[in-house]
């Protein structure tokens, strides 16, 4: 077995555990995730495969990454949609978010410029970060799991050992620098939320 398939059947794996335990944190709301960000990930992610495919003479086993991406995105989006929490609902910023993924959909319609289309594609997966981004900067507290999302880090990681063309880097390495800027994120709120806890126990005065 070369390291392509074992990269192709550890990302399968990785995805797979990533969707059970999403779905089981969100049907009993321990993770409250963003409602629009999932279904930013769910058409752009579709899009992105198949403009990958458009592309060149590719199979989906060669950008793995993104084939299982799919699978869970949509997977994780219907549950959110059904047993999340209403926080996790639509507002006017992730409804603009939404209309310039559909804005780029319907542009390769038009088109067919697979390449171009592939590339605002990844710039649109850049954005459907900014609602989880915004909701955690506006509450200061971490919504998400990083458990789930360190899974999700691993997986473009590995799959670059099987990716095959430069639209299929592409998307793991943007993968790989977007998932690692949010876990700084949550990282950095739980360890402020840890100081804020710590110094009130050691100032009792200040407590409520």
Known sequence: MTLAHVSIV?????????????????YYQRIKPALAMWIFFTIAVALCLTTYLSSGEFSIWDNIVNTTDLVLVSTVTIVIFFFGDRSSRFTRFDTGCLIAVLTI????LITQNHMLTNVLVQIIQIIAYFPVVKRLWQSGKNSESFIAWIGMLLAPAISLLSSKGILATIYSVRAVVCISILLILMLKIEVTEQLVKKQLLNNP????
């Open 10 to 26: 550890l990302v399968t794996l990785i995805n797979f555990i990533i969707l059970v335990y999403y779905c089981w944190q969100t």
């Open 205 to 208: 005065a200040k407590l409520p």
């Open 105 to 108: 959909l319907g542009f390769w």
